[in-house]
């Protein structure tokens, strides 16, 4: 069952109060996935008294009908596809590189735009609670999933808005 909150502020509140335990812990991070993921990690971070970040991962929508996912990308080459969307609609490889061509170049002005030229946090060893205000194919969540354990996270735990995921999992450094 689907949880409806009045804005995103009171949405990272009351995900906060189920990551509590994760407060004031000198080994957590918590990065916020844009949009609106950002706003509900930052009452998530202000909360637990951790370091708030950024995560950059775009969509990968089917052409002509973007709001599917076909598959999602992420900083560090990261690219994870939704083989049933692929397959159930027949799109070739081309299509599916030159979309990801695309993104990637989005994802590198985002990441500019959000971050500067500051570099992006220290996961190596770290419990990192990765935060969106919804999941819905999964396919962005997945592929930051992939590209936070890439960067050595000790810990990772998935939380969303839109239902409450929470998992859990020792990523294996």
Known sequence: MQTI????????????AR???YANREDVVVLGLPR???????????RLRAPLDVFVVRK??????EELAMGAIATGGVRVVNSEVLD???????VIDA????????????ELAYRGHRRPPELRGKTVLLVDDGIATGATMRAAVRAVRLQG??????????GVVLGVRRTGC
């Not at 609106?36 to 202000?46: C, L």
């Not at 990968?60 to 009908?65: A, E, Q, R, S, Y």
């Open 5 to 16: 909150f009045r804005n995103r502020r009171e949405a990272g509140q009351r995900l906060a």
């Open 19 to 21: 990551l509590a335990p």
């Open 36 to 46: 609106g993921g950002v706003p509900v990690a930052f009452e998530v971070a202000q």
């Open 60 to 65: 990968l929508g089917v052409p002509g009908h």
């Open 88 to 94: 159930g609609l027949g799109i070739p490889a081309e």
């Open 99 to 110: 979309v990801a061509a695309r993104q990637e170049q989005e994802l590198k002005r985002r």
């Open 153 to 162: 996270a000790a810990w990772l735990v998935v939380a969303s808005a839109n």
